[in-house]
């Protein structure tokens, strides 16, 4: 007898989801390691930048004042009473007429207010004394960097949930974070399931397929930003699965299975939730694929059963896994982005479902297309190889044209959307 | 005396670098640790995809001549010889009304050449036997998946220089890729130079900054796909910097040195390039920020030296540095990914060097629209955080208004171009 199951909209099934995301724990690990990481902490500005007034350019420090004469015809000279580097200090305090010989980035000396570059001066040497002349006035403040003047001390810089990317790496050099705070990386446990399939060291069998998905995931948790424990194949034996599953929930914050959840007869995924005691959010979702996608909460532990379908899998994923992966890194938009873009292909046929197109996202003269990725029959295997979106077409009655405007989820942004739908 | 350097244009300045860029070596790894490295080689399907003829649904495999004349008023009704699961063969072979129940990816029984969904059916025990009966005749070749109808044996499926990602993983574990051909990781060595640099764990002295640089450029690597040598801070001794330089060159596939190229008393590089006799490519570009971005060759290792200056550094890595590892990576589209977009910032300033302006990409309606990153003085520092793609505005004589299109290079992007302009 066929089990009846009713389907629930696809945002209502991703609500039920989030409603029992939680965010995750905090590290400290070094700055050397935290490229890709993600914040745990807003990150605040420990000092001014610059924390003195420097100088943005080669030249000469002055006092604006005595530039006030100097023109064309009737340069002024300054004698030059020290030179210093970037990081050097001068322990020299410049009076009337007197210029300091400065590098980009150093520390304006005591008495100058004015920076004149390089280029705009003429170098001269008298009696073992050293000189330079200019032609033009200066103001006050003219190419000097204020301290404070790119942050000040305490402002909030960085917000927690941000992907570290190299600008943000310099951003914690600047400030000392030699330890940075990030999310902790939360452990997804997998287990696949299917007779049929071989590890990928194995040789073909008659009736048997390799298992894909089950790489296929962990690079999906990967790539949301997770580290992966993959428990193997659970095997024929409901007794067996059932203590392995039972034993792998304990070892992980959230559980992921591959296959098993339709209503076949070796599909042993409903009875093991029901011996276990875990309450079953649902069973069955309105999308395309991925229709018998389910998802069971063991105490605060989200089990995933995703389809064995190699895109029912990963759309599954996606749609239901990730956001739960993101809210523990701390994001506040854990849901994929979502974007508007022009369809380039025909969907004639209705259905009744909201289907997740596996699709490929263009920019043609600034504007989003998008078009599915396995346009032809022989590409079904590499259409998920080639997808970098999902285009999503809303259930109904009708059909979709080339040229209409869809919503396109995006599979390789971290940008996010708060909410999906 | 300032020594006088003539700026080249970006576009040959990249050129220059790019006749040096040489593809990298492919090395083997495990699938496992695949995600996000690069494919030294095409790769190709081992076998039909399905290898054998299977069934997309659940259901029973039959004779598609025996449901001929099934109707609504009539069932045609089919003996159950045999039951079988994804992974399984049956050892039957249908004959006259006879049916085999088979599970999603199950191998179609010899003689059965359709499948009826379990839907479409209705089942019945008599005498010990199984039989099942429909109401709609089924054509030859219904609902089966024949052998090799995703993929034919020997048909090129991934193209060389392409990332590893999760649906790519899928296809190498489909076709039984233990071992994956990527392109092994340059190793970039890299130098930090300036005597006003503390390192992170150091506290502020008067003066001095802490070294952002060396952690931005090591993340920009990273980022790229290459492997860093941090060789630590050159010292303002020549002789030592000059030998640290030497030595460092055989340990790596290219050098990069952050500062000390300008044309300031403490900027060695410049005598380090003519001391160790290396060819200097260029030493300005007609570009902002980065002119002083130099380039030299030793052998035939590229040495880059890059601005002090965090958003020269960063820009001067991208364009000039990352196309050269991106080769190394076997990639056909090594340059920065160039789109068109909508300037939402007047620059009314014109400036007679292209400025490559720090700058976030946002999606407006499915439109590219483009703003600088840091707007106000204050954000400076974290306008590199801050920035996902670099906006390219063409010296000239005028500036450039709110509204216009111009060229945008996207930062966090794998889609890459062939060439940037």
Chains 1, 2 share one sequence.
Request: charged residues 25%; aromatic residues 8%; hydrophobic residues 40%.
């Amino acid at each position: 007898m066929v089990e009846r199951r009713t389907p629930i909209p696809v945002g209502e099934a991703v609500k039920k989801v989030m409603e029992f995301a939680i965010r995750g724990e905090t590290e400290f690990i070094s700055i050397n390691d935290s490229h890709g990481r993600f914040l745990a902490e807003d990150i605040k500005a420990t000092h001014d930048v610059p924390h003195f007034d420097r100088a943005p350019y080669d030249g000469f420090a002055v006092r604006a004042i005595d530039t006030k004469e100097a023109s064309q015809t009737s340069p002024v000279e300054f004698e030059v009473i020290d030179q210093i580097g970037a990081g050097m200090v001068s322990s020299k305090t410049a009076g009337l007429f007197q210029a300091v010989r400065i590098m980009t980035g150093a520390q304006i000396p005591d008495g100058c207010d004015a920076v004149v570059m390089l280029e705009l001066t003429k170098e001269e040497e008298r009696d073992g004394k050293k000189f330079m002349s200019i032609k033009r006035p200066f103001n006050k403040g003219e190419n000097v960097s204020f301290r404070g003047e790119d942050a000040k001390d305490g402002q909030v810089l960085l917000k927690k949930g941000t992907k570290i990317n190299p600008g943000i790496q310099a951003v914690l050099a600047t400030f000392g974070y030699a330890k940075v705070p990030v999310a902790k990386k939360p452990v997804i446990g997998l287990f696949a399931t299917g007779t049929e399939l071989l590890e990928v060291d194995e040789p073909l069998q008659p009736g048997k397929i390799r298992n894909s998905n089950a790489h296929m995931i962990a690079a999906q948790i990967d790539r949301a930003g997770a580290e992966v424990r993959y428990f193997g194949k659970l095997n024929d034996n409901f007794e067996t699965c059932f203590e392995a599953v039972r034993k792998a929930i304990n070892e992980v914050d959230l559980l992921i299975t591959t296959g098993g959840v339709s209503v076949g007869d070796y599909d042993y995924l409903p009875a093991i939730y029901e011996k276990l005691g875990a309450e079953v959010l649902f069973n069955k979702v309105a999308m395309r694929p991925g229709s018998v996608t389910t998802v069971a909460l063991f105490g605060r532990k989200l089990l995933f059963g995703l389809s064995g379908n190699p895109s029912a899998c990963y759309v599954g994923f996606e749609l239901f896994a990730r956001p739960v992966i993101k809210t523990m890194l701390f994001s506040e938009k854990p849901h994929l982005r979502k974007e508007k873009a022009i369809l380039e292909a025909d969907f004639p046929k209705a259905n009744p479902f909201t289907r997740f197109v596996r699709s490929t996202l263009t920019i043609r003269d600034g504007k989003l297309a998008v078009s599915p990725s396995g346009l032809d029959k022989s590409n079904i295997v590499t259409s998920l190889a080639e997808a970098n979106s999902l285009t999503i077409l809303p259930g109904g009655t009708r059909g979709f044209k080339s040229g209409s405007e869809v919503d396109v989820l995006m599979l390789e942004d971290e940008t996010g959307s708060e909410w999906p739908w």
